[in-house]
């Protein structure tokens, strides 16, 4: 087919801008295409689909510990934190009449996502907040052993929604910190377009399985993937790629880097990490998750319009050539002259009309490349039937009665 040749990279660059229109910038052309194929979508749950801005509500003493005992011991883990979190415990300890200074001399632990926790150690001493398994793992603790007013506090932090820390002193368990996330307004509903377009969907977290299930049921996503360390991440998406699927991962975060470069389609939020944003063929300006079903439109669109042309080309090429040629061997094989039943001037008109009519095609054509097929959410079934009546038989007819004006127009002004 000539028509598509001339047009294929004018599908391609419009596609590009209108992702840029709605502030999502794509650094790889292949990443767009993609796009309109992707099978599951990977979202980082905390910054992606939660605001990612948990504050600290409460601290929860273990039995036989004051309470400001284990709020002190919580301060001190968070003094050499400079997250939204440990920010919010030190200002839910100062609310409540604690204020301490970080001692000279201490050595700030950070957090790791091996360890899954950080903290402060000064003259022999240490404190530790982080995942409550992971404390637990540290302070060599089986689940089973701790008290139950402390696992009950966890559990009913995990099924709100809330993320549990568990808080230690000087290799003790000395409480539970609760900190509450919040939904991003509106996720549930997006969530709910991507499933209608046929993309899985899975929340990936560092939270332990109850708070997982928990955000991922108010989220609405089908599956999640709780306790998951970077290289958990990394393992998943190269299972799904595997199975024959295309993976589009969202993230923000630097443990998000080795995934958003695994996947097919790596979308980076504005507001995350650079190293987030250097690994991902994409970046959403606005920092939105649910940006990825105009994504999604946008890829689906490109693959649409192109098939559309490309239907359109090849019907229109065997309409062309079943008009001309009769026309143009009828010298030589007069018996073809019943073939000719557009009943062109000559076989030099025919030839010309032809040439003309094939350049105003792709000028003609130009517009629906640029603005590209409406993106309809049906099955592929109806929508190549769509295609097939629309642009197959427009592009069988459109030859036989362009051809013919522009023969009548040629042989009256004597052109062949």
């Not at 549930?188 to 997982?212: H, Q, S």
């Not at 002259?337 to 001037?345: D, E, F, Q, S, Y």
Request: proline residues 5%; aromatic residues 4%.
């Amino acid at each position: 087919p000539t028509t598509i040749g001339g047009l294929l990279s004018a599908v391609g660059i419009a596609g590009m801008d209108r992702l840029l229109k709605v502030n999502v910038l794509a650094t790889s052309g292949r990443a767009v295409e993609a796009a309109g194929d992707v099978d599951t979508l990977l979202l980082d749950k905390t910054g992606t689909i939660t605001f990612g801005n948990r504050m600290a509500t409460e601290v929860i003493p273990a039995p036989g510990v004051r309470p400001e005992a284990a709020m002190r011991a919580a301060l001190m883990a968070s003094l050499a934190d400079e997250t939204p979190e440990g920010r919010s415990i030190i200002e839910l300890a100062r609310n409540q009449g604690l204020t301490v200074e970080q001692p000279a001399g201490a050595t700030a632990i950070p957090f790791t996502a091996q360890t899954r926790q950080s903290g402060l150690d000064h003259e022999g001493r240490s404190w530790r907040k982080g995942a409550v398994d992971a404390v637990y793992r540290s302070l060599a603790l089986e689940p089973k052993t701790v008290a139950a007013e402390l696992t009950g506090a966890v559990d009913r932090i995990a099924r709100s929604g809330g993320t549990p820390l568990a808080v230690s002193e000087d290799g003790v368990l000395v409480g539970v910190i609760h900190l509450k996330d919040v939904v991003k307004p509106g996720v549930k509903e997006r969530f709910a377009d991507l499933r209608r377009m046929g993309l899985r969907t899975v929340m990936i977290t560092g939270d332990n399985p109850v708070t997982a299930a928990a955000i991922a049921s108010e989220a609405g996503v089908d599956d999640f993937l709780a306790e998951a360390t970077p290289e958990d991440k990394l393992r998943l998406i190269r299972e799904e790629q595997g199975k024959g699927r295309l993976v589009a991962m969202c993230g923000d975060g630097a443990n998000d880097a080795p995934a958003l470069a695994q996947a097919d389609v790596g979308v980076a939020m504005q507001t995350g990490a650079q190293a987030a944003r250097e690994a991902g063929n994409m970046v959403d300006l606005d920092s939105d998750p649910t940006k990825v079903i105009e994504i999604v439109e946008v890829g689906k669109q490109m693959l649409i319009t192109r098939g559309a042309l490309t239907t359109f080309s090849i019907a229109n090429d065997v309409a062309k050539y079943f008009a001309i040629i009769p026309a143009m061997f009828v010298v030589s094989l007069p018996a073809l002259g019943a073939l000719n039943i557009m009943k062109l001037h000559s076989p030099q008109s025919a030839i010309l009309s032809a040439v003309i009519f094939n350049a105003l095609v792709i000028v003609a054509l130009i517009p629906l490349a640029l603005k590209g097929v409406k993106y309809r959410a049906i099955g592929a079934g109806k929508l190549l039937s769509r295609n097939l009546t629309l642009y197959g038989i427009g592009g069988l007819v459109a030859p036989f009665v362009g051809i013919k004006l522009i023969d009548l127009v040629v042989s009256a002004l004597g052109l062949a």
